[in-house]
């Protein structure tokens, strides 16, 4: 680990990463901007992992690596993923992919962020690699702590992970937060079946109590699909993977819309790729990170029992194409600027 100073007014323009902030009827993308003075703390974890299949390959590596011990003055972290090729190439296809973070205490693993792996290059042209704001996890994100990456690679060639985080160190709004799964289906592509009756192991609904002395409170979600099932859609499009959608997600009277649209694929960055990287897929492109969709809460809910629900739109699947299936996590942030108890689940 080393340590450097970040001045006042430097902006991280290198390091935009798309996220989408969704209300009830918007929706917006913003970039990762730093315009405060922080003491950075670079903490590097997977280095050039090669994750790959068959001749001995893996699609998933685990380690642990030292944090800050405290986090109450963290007022950001972000994580940086670099992927290489190895001397025989990179992978041919764009495959789903995430960084996760074991909770100490349940042992339950959290999905720090999504991306979906380019066709057969690396990302180098993204300066600093895919990007993701993962402060909300900070009150795991210290000490000791376990990493695990994926990639659902199906090539012997795959990528080299790297894996890399910057803590920085302000005044936080809140000084204590905690973090909890309300809904954790992300092991791979095909977690959710869509357009059938879902299996009784997989519940997308359920009761949680807030903290009393919490102060405020978001949800944060992630979600891509997969599959080319039928019927396709007025414009050709099959589910998961390019059907346009509209989800919701409900959480006590506060009602929100995951609008699982085209967000230009053909403006990455990370381009020429060798495949079909250029049309449009439902709210994610290979290569580039899947967008987080965070939704604030009218108020902090402190002390009270809500249930949370997650409905995808109606269509069901006649199954003269295969499946279709959608992967999602969604986690409820709460804050306060008193040590503060994760929120609990039923």
Not at 131 to 143: A, C, E, N, P, Q
Not at 315 to 322: E, H, P, Q, R, Y
């Amino acid at each position: 680990m080393k340590k450097q100073y970040l001045y006042t007014y430097i902006i991280l323009s290198l390091i935009a990463v798309t996220f989408i902030k969704c209300g009830s009827n918007s929706e917006e993308v913003g970039e990762i901007e730093i315009e405060n003075e922080l003491i950075t703390t670079d903490i590097q974890t997977f280095n050039k992992t090669h994750l790959s299949f068959g001749n001995g390959g893996i699609q998933t590596a685990k380690g642990t690596f030292q944090f800050l011990s405290d986090n109450t003055n963290v007022e950001k972290i972000l994580m940086y993923v670099q992927l290489d090729c190895p001397s025989g190439g990179c992978g041919a296809w764009d495959v789903f992919a995430n960084i996760k973070v074991k909770d100490p205490e349940t042992e339950a693993w959290y999905e720090l962020g999504r991306y979906i792996t380019p066709y057969g290059v690396d990302n180098s042209q993204r300066s600093n690699g895919f990007v993701f704001d993962v402060t909300d996890f900070r009150s795991i994100l210290k000490g000791s702590v376990e990493l695990k990456s994926f990639v659902e690679v199906w090539t012997k060639e795959g990528w080299l992970i790297t894996v890399d985080f910057k803590v920085m160190e302000g005044t936080p709004e809140y000084k204590y937060s905690a973090v909890v799964p309300l809904i954790n289906f992300t092991n791979n592509s095909q977690q959710i079946p869509y357009g059938e009756v879902l299996p009784e192991a997989i519940s997308l609904d359920g009761k949680v109590t807030i903290p009393s002395n919490a102060k405020r409170a978001k949800l944060r979600s992630i979600i891509s699909g997969w599959g080319h099932a039928t019927p396709n859609d007025s414009d050709g499009r099959g589910s998961a993977e390019w059907g346009f959608r509209s989800h919701k997600l409900s959480f006590g009277e506060n009602k929100f819309t995951h609008a699982m649209v085209a967000i230009g694929c053909d403006s990455n960055p990370v381009n020429p790729q060798y495949g079909n990287w250029k049309p449009d897929r439902a709210g994610w492109c290979p290569g580039q990170e899947v967008p987080f969709r965070f939704n604030s809460l009218t108020s902090s809910k402190s002390g009270e029992t809500l249930d949370f629900n997650y409905e995808f739109e109606n269509w069901t699947n006649d199954n003269s194409n295969g499946k279709a299936y959608y992967s999602l996590s969604t986690f409820l942030v709460v804050e306060s600027d008193t040590p503060i108890e994760k929120p609990i689940v039923q």
